[in-house]
């Protein structure tokens, strides 16, 4: 047994109880770990139940779906299929700002939920409330994620994370104690990393030996590039799990050749914690079915499998403001297809990007972030790589932490935009050694300056 694992055995559930605010969180670990032996039908049969007790509950203790279920004539006690729930409306963020007093449970006190808010990566933060019983199962689902990329319970974590608001200051001994001993634990800044930068942490990584880094992919591309020049290695890790930004082929293969680890995907948000993850088969992200009903929508309406759709998320742990058919803002692709890796949880593939992020051509044509996104994939390898679409007929491509970039680059994003948009008379170039980053640490791959949508659009 792992020596240092003796005081997370011992006082970890105290400590989780007491000031984690999560009681019982091994044993919904380990609850959670019993699912992943499962059949996909009684996966599945899980879900609806889960599903099927949210609705209920919504029904009975918020004005807002009170209402909505009404105007819909949906019943919520007689629910047998996700596909039932398209009679009723998307939620989105700005009517979640509006009208979040309807959407609080009455039935749960002040001192059983917990205010949070959004990292803001969409212009603006959303305020929402978490009930408290939720909390150990967030962490649990986190810990069998990390779980499937290698780690085992106790081992060391490392964050390497650009959101400078999730960052804890240091409070003496106290802290030390506490992330070192009991949460094994250790965040590193990740926002804007230098050669100088990069250098401290690798050697605190060095000497803190994570088995598993949980970072952003930009930080991450940086860290690597860094160790690629130095011919450095980290003792002991096992696995890198990337989360807050879609990741490119090209990125994957140089994290993975720079830090010496597999990379591993995550689908996570502030207001649904871990929603998909990645597992040693990568063949897409396992969505946790036990706690999260996903779609994949376009205007409104289920896509087929494999098609890119607008997420739309139902959160089933969260009872004291529940979210029924969220719009998160992103876009993806649910998949048909099953995992060799023996889970049974449906897969999520190619998460690209915001749904407001699209663009639209001279024609009207909507392009996806999705479709955007495959520039990347087949084209000359970049670190990072942003869109901005300044007008119908100009595109600005921003290339980041890249040390070559030439006339290869410049010829190969010029023709892919133009084959793909019609109308498109101009492609720019900049050329910085990072890409500025949003107040949540997240960097947006596509930006579209319209002022209006145009009409009469079509979706690629």
């Known amino acids: 047994m792992d ?25 919904q670990f380990r609850e959670y770990c019993r699912h992943d032996s499962l059949s996909a039908d009684e996966l599945q049969a899980m879900q609806i139940a889960k599903l099927r007790k949210l ?17 819909a004539a949906f019943n919520p006690e007689t629910i047998k299929s996700i596909d039932e729930l398209s009679v009723l409306p998307l939620l989105s963020q700005d009517e979640v700002r509006s009208d979040r007093l309807n959407l609080y449970a009455g039935n749960i ?11 803001g990566t969409r212009g603006k933060k959303m305020p929402f409330h978490r009930d408290n019983c939720c909390r150990a199962q967030r962490l649990a689902l986190q810990w069998r994620s990390d779980l499937w990329a290698g780690w085992r319970p106790y081992e060391r974590v490392a964050y390497l994370w650009p959101a400078i608001q999730d960052l804890e200051p240091p409070a003496g001994w106290k802290h030390n104690v506490k992330d070192h001993l009991i949460k094994r634990t250790h965040l590193f800044y990740g926002g804007m990393i230098s050669e100088e930068s990069a250098r401290i942490i690798y050697d605190d990584l060095r000497e803190f030996r994570p088995a598993i880094i ?34 490119t082929v090209h990125q994957r293969e140089c994290i993975q050749r720079g830090i ?13 914690g871990t929603t998909a993850a990645e597992c040693k088969a990568h063949r897409g992200m396992h969505i946790a079915i036990d706690s999260v009903v996903v779609e994949t929508v376009r205007d409104g309406k289920a896509v087929p499998f494999g098609e890119p759709g607008s997420i739309v ?27 060799e890796c023996g889970l049974n949880y449906p897969l999520l593939r190619s998460v690209v990007g915001r749904t407001v992020d699209g663009f639209y051509d001279r024609e009207g044509t909507f392009i996806s972030t999705i479709a955007l996104g495959t520039l990347m994939d087949d084209g000359p390898p970049v670190g990072q790589l942003q869109l901005v679409q300044e007008d119908l007929g100009t595109i600005l491509v921003r290339i980041g932490s890249t040390p070559h970039v030439g006339e290869v680059h410049r010829q190969y ?18 050329i910085v050694d990072q890409v500025k980053t949003e107040k949540s640490g997240k960097y947006r791959f596509t930006i579209s300056k319209l002022t209006r949508p145009v009409s009469n659009s079509t979706a690629h």
């Open 214 to 247: 949980r970072c952003f992919t930009s930080p991450a591309y940086r860290l690597a590039e860094f160790m690629s020049r130095a011919g450095v290695r980290l003792p002991g890790l096992r696995a890198i799990v990337c989360t807050g930004e879609p990741i």
């Open 313 to 339: 998320l139902t959160d089933l742990l969260n009872y004291a403001m529940p979210l029924i058919r969220y719009e998160i803002g992103d876009v993806g692709r649910i998949s048909r297809r099953s995992c």
């Open 3 to 27: 020596i240092g694992s003796i005081f997370p055995r011992l006082f970890g559930p105290l400590y989780y109880r007491r000031y984690e605010h999560a009681p019982g969180v091994y044993r």
């Open 109 to 119: 006190g002040s001192a059983d939920f917990h205010t949070s808010t959004t990292g």
């Open 55 to 71: 609705l209920i509950h919504a029904y009975q203790n918020t004005e807002h779906y009170r209402l909505l279920f009404h105007q």
């Open 260 to 272: 010496g680890a597999p990379v591993f995907d995550l689908y996570a948000s502030r207001e649904l």
């Open 413 to 430: 994003y010029t023709r892919a935009l133009k084959q793909l948009m019609a109308g498109l008379t101009e492609v720019r170039f900049e």
